[in-house]
């Protein structure tokens, strides 16, 4: 625990608050037989269809950072409220050349009235420089509803006060094409366009069978007092918007309740996952089912990557050497079933008048040349953006952790190259 730092010592993020490192694995060969590489990478058709990745560096930013709203005020549980960290999602802006990284609820589970936010970062990836990656944090923007209210994480608040707004879980965050950020939350769900400076501006309309009809403040009260609509913590944790940005795509975390079934515990489990596809010019929607590859796993981000194509963050909930399974996973919604109208799915086995989104490996991040396994594993992985392009052409895919605000654990940013035609 550190002190309480001042209003005045929130600075811009400097490097000296930077741990970079460079390439720490390539391919270790070009003799590297087919039967390592199909051990590496598993669930693979045909191991040639999968781009060529080139995992570049890590930016790493300490726990106890703070950012630049020059709030020090102590939370509940005397964290500061400018704690920087607890990144949920990433985007990167073009137009502004700006790096987003979206923290969620706040410290210890939406316990703390933690006002929602957006951190925005200058970024610069330079394979050839020492540090490979560098950034500075030079904007903190506040999430406020329509009054100028700041959202909260606090799971208690329910309904508006004086000085918050509703309770918000922000999970997913994309850039519009004019700068606007569309962003996703959990505990409603609900799906929000906010200004650049952060104030709401719309709410999209989504299908009633999302929601749960009994809100409560603990989130196994709250799973157990409904039969329908998102499980608790289990939201809308994934947006993206198509590649020609005539849509969002919204992913649920896990199943609904009435697309699960229910543990001893009450914990809703099953493979069955909602995309949501939301026309943005017309408010129309489509529903998929993403098909999750275990039971136990949950679906940390979504990204487009062509035309009815995406790539889905699915991962366990285990770190270090428990860890088993994190992946990136390319779908396909050409040929899956829009179930719209769809009341319950099953928790397992789909009928056969329903495909799911044609679903293929892209990236194990378990697989040794990147020399991420092992005991360094966060357990939560949860950002997802292309970053800049490198200046030999190939785009950079940019994976961030949610440290959940600890002080001892740094919040990480892995950089890939993507090789041109993959």
Wanted: proline content about 5%; some cysteine; aromatic content about 6%.
């Amino acid at each position: 625990m550190t002190d309480e730092p001042s209003p005045g010592s929130a600075v811009p993020f400097c490097l000296s608050q930077i741990e970079s490192f460079s390439m720490s694995s390539r391919l270790r060969s070009s003799s590297l037989s087919l039967l390592t590489l199909c051990m590496s990478i598993t669930c693979s058709a045909v191991a040639q269809d999968f781009p060529k990745l080139e995992f570049i560096g890590s930016l790493s930013i300490q726990g106890d950072s703070t950012d630049l709203s020059a709030d020090a005020t102590l939370l509940g549980n005397g964290e500061p409220r400018n704690r920087l960290g607890g990144f949920s999602a990433l985007d990167y802006s073009p137009k502004m050349n700006s790096l987003a990284a979206l923290s969620d609820r706040g410290p210890d589970d939406g316990a703390v009235e933690y006002p929602c936010r957006v951190q925005v970062f200058e970024l610069v990836i330079e394979p050839q420089a020492t540090p490979v990656v560098t950034a500075r944090n030079v904007s903190t923007i506040l999430l406020k509803d329509a009054t100028g209210r700041s959202f909260t994480g606090s799971s208690a608040a329910l309904r508006p006060t004086a000085e918050f707004g509703h309770r918000l879980d922000p999970e997913g965050m994309r850039f519009s094409d004019t700068g606007t950020m569309f962003v996703s939350d959990e505990y409603g769900p609900e799906l929000i366009e906010f200004s650049s400076d952060g104030t709401e501006l719309r709410r999209l309309a989504l299908p009633s069978h999302l929601r749960v009809r009994t809100s409560h403040a603990d989130k196994v009260v709250e799973t157990r007092s409904n039969q329908t609509g998102r499980a608790s913590n289990r939201g809308m944790e994934c947006l993206a918007l198509s590649s020609d940005g005539q849509f969002l795509a919204g992913l649920m975390q896990g199943p609904l309740i009435q697309d699960g079934k229910r543990e001893d515990g009450g914990k809703i489990v099953g493979k069955n996952c909602r995309l949501l596809q939301i026309e943005l010019s017309t408010g129309n929607t489509r529903e998929y089912v993403y098909q999750m590859e275990d039971a136990a796993n949950g679906n940390s981000e979504i990204l487009a990557y062509g035309p009815n194509q995406y790539l889905v963050l699915e991962r366990d909930s285990k770190s270090g050497e428990k860890a088993r399974y994190r992946r990136l996973v390319q779908i396909d919604l050409t040929n899956a079933t829009d179930i719209s109208g769809t009341e319950s799915l099953p928790a397992d086995q789909l009928p056969n008048t329903i495909t799911p989104a044609a679903r293929q490996d892209f990236c194990n991040f378990l697989d040794p040349r990147w020399n991420l396994a092992g005991s360094g594993m966060p357990e939560k992985i949860e950002g997802l953006t292309f970053g800049p392009n490198l200046r030999d052409g190939r785009r950079t895919l940019l994976v961030s952790t949610d440290n959940d605000f600890e002080s001892k654990n740094p919040s990480l940013i892995w950089v890939f190259a993507v090789h041109s035609g993959s």
